[in-house]
């Protein structure tokens, strides 16, 4: 039999649009790897990488570069049953406002072991729900950061927001602070799907939430939509996206339910007779994709989607997207410093993540250590990769041998792994040329797989990934 392929329609506009073949997909379903947010990515992190090797990072610090710091606030009001974050369901403010005061003091041990004033030229809460702070809290928070780090003035502030919970305040406050981005988790629209995920929220708190931000003048906003979810269908998310359009985002992020309810034991809570199959799924990715683009939103990588002037857009058009943490980003600074309990940070030397527990994270700032669980120093081969799995996640397209030699490397070190991918290519999953690998445009949801074939480590630790497909 002949190998299964992917044949894009040649006319559609789509990123992805293209019949798949189901056999292809079969193939690929259960596959699960990395989303490449890092690499080596966090399976691999191990405690060998301490408080005391964190501390010397932060020590030899090259202020002659700018960095950013992402701040984790694990909270949240309520669970939506899809959720797959590092976070807890508070009713009072006393647990937030204590975790504030843990957060407030790791910023002074972190501050105090860099050799000066680091420039920073991107901030980003996350969570959990970071607008669950008190707007004080907040602003105090933001002028902190202010006092123990440059904060240029041009930075990019930005900040998650679940509308469901934001206040008129808060907002303001945002705005006051310098906020200048706001992400707003949305998902689906229709009203079965947010009654099956537990995540009630009417357009009209969306659009109230908007509102507020650009009387705020917050301008620059991401929707995040899902496909994957309960009840969810090829009409009723396409639905979603249009009704998303017109609140004229400038961003949206289009990620793919995840479930494993053996990890995360409230996903229990949703009915698996209602969730898509993998053709399905690739349907209704498809189907957002699809109306993202008509309406002219340029794809960018693996789930995001911009406007052609966007930055996010002209970084891709110029080959200078970057990907971290928050996913496709426009950051490229060195040092990325993560604040809070699981925060991720990424230093020149490797990567860092912080305590999960709270109580973990809390002693060890009430002892006066850095609250380090686990990391992982790069070595060479790993940074080589690196940049060639980045290029690849953000480009669909690399040149294998020109980021070997830009790392002083032969030109063929990838030879044996390039011609290891003869079953990919034979699938459409990806072309060779030369040196030079890509995704074809049928195949973008299926880049992952195409970069785990660069990634060594894999082999260790790929039943903790999510699925390819
Ligand atoms: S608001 Fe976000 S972080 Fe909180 S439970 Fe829902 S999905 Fe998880």
């Not at 006393?94 to 972190?110: F, G, T």
């Not at 993202?292 to 340029?298: C, K, P």
């Not at 445009?441 to 990634?455: H, Q, S, T």
Request: aromatic residues 8%.
């Amino acid at each position: 039999m002949d190998a299964p392929t992917l044949s894009p329609a040649s006319t559609a506009p789509s990123p992805c649009a293209g019949t798949v073949d189901p056999a292809l997909l079969a193939k690929y379903d259960g596959l699960r790897v990395p989303r490449y947010t890092s690499y080596p990515t966090a399976p691999h992190f191990t405690p060998a990488v301490d408080a005391s090797v964190y501390g010397g990072w932060l020590e030899a610090m090259d202020l002659t570069r700018s960095g950013s710091l992402y701040l984790h606030v694990p909270f949240c009001h309520q669970m939506c049953w899809y959720c797959g974050c590092h976070t807890k369901i508070v009713a009072r403010y006393a647990p937030i406002a204590e975790y504030l005061d843990h957060l407030r003091r790791e910023i002074a041990m972190v501050a105090d072991r860099i050799p000066g004033r680091l420039t920073v030229r991107h901030i980003h809460f996350g969570g959990g729900t970071p607008t669950m702070m008190a707007p004080a809290d907040f602003e105090s928070l933001i002028a902190l950061l202010r006092e123990r780090f440059d904060v240029a003035t041009d930075a990019e502030l930005a900040i998650e927001i679940d509308p469901r919970t934001l206040t008129a305040e808060m907002a303001a406050a945002l705005g006051r602070s310098g906020v200048n981005r706001a992400s707003l988790g949305v998902q689906d629209f229709d009203p079965t799907v947010q009654a099956a995920i537990n995540r009630i929220q009417p357009r009209e708190t969306t659009e109230r939430t908007l509102e507020w931000l650009r009387e705020a003048g917050i301008a620059n906003v991401n929707l995040d939509l899902m496909y994957g979810l309960p009840h969810q269908s090829v009409e009723s998310v396409a639905r979603s996206a249009r009704i998303a359009l017109e609140m004229a985002p400038d961003r949206l992020s289009v990620f793919g339910y995840a479930h494993v309810p053996w990890m995360k034991t409230h996903q229990k809570k949703i009915d698996e007779s209602v969730l898509a199959d993998t053709l399905g799924r690739w349907e209704q990715f498809a189907a957002i994709a699809d109306t993202l683009a008509e309406a002219g939103y340029r794809a960018i990588g693996l789930d995001h989607f911009a406007r052609p002037g966007d930055e996010l857009a002209v970084q891709q058009e110029e080959g200078r997207l970057g990907r971290n943490f928050q996913g496709y980003t426009t950051d490229d600074a060195d040092a990325l410093i993560g604040f809070g309990a699981s925060s991720i940070g990424a230093l020149p030397q490797g990567y860092i993540q912080n305590a999960v527990p709270f109580d973990q994270y809390a002693t060890a700032i009430d002892e006066g250590r850095l609250p380090t669980g686990k990391g992982i120093a790069l070595t060479d081969d790993d940074r080589l990769r690196r940049d060639l799995i980045m290029r690849l996640m953000c480009d669909l397209s690399v040149d294998a041998g020109a980021v070997a030699e830009a790392h002083g490397r032969d030109a063929g070190v990838f030879d044996a792994d390039l011609a290891a991918m003869d079953d990919l290519v034979a699938d459409g999953v990806a072309a060779i040329e030369g040196r030079r690998v890509s995704v074809p445009e049928a195949a973008r949801p299926l880049m992952r797989i195409v970069a785990a074939r660069f990634d060594t480590h894999l082999a260790s630790g790929a039943g903790r990934h999510s699925r390819a497909v």
